[in-house]
């Protein structure tokens, strides 16, 4: 039988739909974020292979999303200490869910399981 791809794995506990869903999510806002000229780099590129690897149980995809999910929260943390600028905020607060269901124990079990 074929190996199946796809962008959305329905059968894998909610912290890791959640966090597959957050990371399109996120590049696409980096995506539009780095056309319109605030940029944040190859980021949005790489937290949306790491979630179609993690969508594919790859456990590249699980390590690419969580060390890249790790990166942009420091960075967007580092943006709102220094910037002050409070309209970032919802962005930390959607990176720091991000990390949140990455590490969550569930997710963790999961991908130790069943990742190849």
Not at 2 to 20: E, K, N
Not at 60 to 68: M, N, P, S
Request: with cysteine.
């Amino acid at each position: 039988m074929a190996d199946v791809r796809r962008f959305f794995d329905a059968s894998q506990p909610q912290t890791l739909q959640g966090a597959v869903m957050l990371c399109y999510i996120t590049a696409a806002f980096g995506v539009i974020s780095l056309l319109l000229g605030a940029g944040i780099g190859i980021v949005p590129v790489l937290l949306a292979v790491g979630g179609y690897g993690v969508a594919n149980e790859k456990r590249w995809g699980y390590l690419l999303a969580t060390i890249v999910a790790g990166l942009y929260l420091l960075s967007v943390l580092w943006l709102v200490l220094v910037s002050r600028d409070f309209a970032l905020v919802l962005t930390l607060l959607f990176a720091v869910v991000l990390m949140a269901l990455l590490l969550h124990p569930q997710s963790r079990h999961y991908q130790r399981i069943w990742f190849r």
